[in-house]
């Protein structure tokens, strides 16, 4: 069973050697550097919205890399 989100929850990590503040809240999320009072904020439905265009965006290279063959070598002159 899960919980409802009613209010925002802050969380640190680390990465590399960097400290990171996440806040979730009911509205979206917002990740920072530790210390920053600029942070981005995305809302869920932002989210949700670009699931589709980030998979197709994520998608393309992977079809342009297969679609496209490189040039057959030339045979060596002697």
Known sequence: MTTQLKGPLKRELTIGK???ILT??????KPG??????RHEMSWT????AE?????AL??????HT???P????AARK
Request: proline letters at 11%; glycine letters at 6%; zero cysteines.
């Open 18 to 20: 960097t400290p990171y």
């Open 24 to 29: 979730i809240a009911p509205d979206g999320f």
């Open 33 to 38: 550097a530790e210390g920053k009072t600029q």
């Open 46 to 49: 932002s989210l949700v919205n």
């Open 52 to 56: 589709a265009a980030l998979a197709t």
């Open 59 to 64: 998608q393309a290279p992977l079809e342009l």
């Open 67 to 69: 679609a496209v063959k």
């Open 71 to 74: 040039p057959a070598r030339r």
